[in-house]
């Protein structure tokens, strides 16, 4: 986060990772249909933590899945 005060292309560039990392975590949202409060719980997470915590939502759904389909 200490990266969004540089000014400049640096800048630009975080930012539309940034978005990027956040237009996925509501696509994949959208298709989990979770309560609002995990809505929330996600994003904040994604934005705090940018494509790590992305990268968390989609080792949750992939276990998600694989546990659904197995029972």
């Not at 989990?32 to 995990?38: A, G, K, L, Q």
């Not at 994003?43 to 899945?65: D, K």
């Amino acid at each position: 986060m200490i990266l969004l005060f540089l000014p400049g292309p640096p800048l630009a560039i975080i930012l539309l990772t940034l978005a990027l990392a956040l237009y996925l975590t509501v696509l994949e949202l959208r298709q989990m249909r979770p309560h609002y409060v995990w809505w929330f719980w996600w994003l904040l997470l994604v934005f705090m933590t940018h494509f790590i915590g992305y990268i968390a939502l989609r080792i949750y759904v992939h276990y998600r899945r694989r546990s659904e389909a197995s029972v």
